[in-house]
């Protein structure tokens, strides 16, 4: 995995989030104006917990207010399907149709595979006839965006990635499940990864779902946390 590991940077993001998260927080519940609160924000832990409450009570648009910027490379595909789902992230993606690839393109060799050097060189074998393929078509005059339809779900991609925190966190819970495809919970957890260098105090936030929740809600549980159902009758049975 380690060759085929995503290249994740953040490239852009607020400065004062965590104030301005708290200015929309405090906004709703008090007679100051935005303007006073934040030039008056009080320390941070005071901050962190207002915006706990806020957060954990449901009052989800305060956190839509700071957006952050990811630059993604070197992941499959299959990978950035998967991403260009979420519908409230902007992307832009290295186009097939106007970068032609150029003899062997690269791509992205899933873990499983690499780990048996049997089926290793017969997937390498593939890639590169295909490649052959793909450069008989472009040289015989084929556009590159009818030669790209040979061009499999391995072939690596990049993408710019902006998404506000709200769009994060929930992307973060569902995709750092182990129930997610293994390559965008490495991606996922490696974007997460580079915001907490910045932001620490998001940490409790971009977690597995089950974390959040504190059960399970899937169908097959990896063990992390109990089932749902175990998790409830734990409950019921504490308060009876
Ligand atoms: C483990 C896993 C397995 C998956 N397997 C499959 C699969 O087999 N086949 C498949 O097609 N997809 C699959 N998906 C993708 C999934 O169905 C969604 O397309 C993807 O997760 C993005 O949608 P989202 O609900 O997470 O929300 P996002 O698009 O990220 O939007 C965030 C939230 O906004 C709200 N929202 C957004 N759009 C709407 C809307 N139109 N109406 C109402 N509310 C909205 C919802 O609350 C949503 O949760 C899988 C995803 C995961 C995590």
């Known amino acids: 995995m380690e060759n085929n590991r995503p290249v994740v940077k953040l490239i852009s993001k607020p400065q004062n989030m965590l104030r301005t998260i708290y200015t929309a927080c405090r906004t709703c519940y008090s007679a100051d104006s935005p303007v006073n ?56 993606q290295k186009s097939q149709r106007y970068v032609k690839e150029k003899g062997q393109f690269d791509y992205i060799t899933p873990p499983t595979v690499a780990k048996n050097p049997e089926l290793l060189q017969k997937y390498e074998d593939f890639m590169s006839k295909i490649a052959d393929f793909y450069t008989e078509m472009t040289e015989s005059g084929i556009p590159a965006e009818d030669a790209r339809f040979v061009l499999p779900n391995a072939a690596a991609s990049s993408i710019v990635a902006s998404l506000n925190l709200r ?11 182990s129930r997610a495809q293994y390559e965008i919970r490495v991606m996922v957890k490696m974007m997460c990864e580079e915001l907490l260098k910045e932001e620490p105090w998001l940490a409790p936030y971009l977690v597995p779902k ?13 063990g992390r946390k109990a089932k749902k159902e175990e998790f409830l009758s734990n409950q019921q049975k504490i308060t009876s």
């Not at 901050?47 to 957006?67: A, D, F, N, P, W």
């Not at 769009?167 to 499940?177: P, S």
């Not at 089950?210 to 899937?218: A, F, Q, S, T």
């Open 210 to 222: 089950c974390e959040r929740l504190g059960y399970c809600d899937e169908d097959k549980c990896c």
């Open 37 to 92: 609160i934040y030039d008056n924000a009080v320390d941070e832990e005071k901050m962190l917990k207002l915006i706990e409450r806020v957060i954990s009570s449901g009052h989800y648009s305060t956190i839509e207010h700071v957006q952050v910027s990811f630059a993604i490379s070197n992941v499959s595909r299959a990978c950035t399907h998967q991403f260009v789902r979420h519908r409230h992230v902007s992307f832009s």
């Open 167 to 177: 769009e994060l966190i929930h992307i973060a819970n569902i995709r750092l499940c």
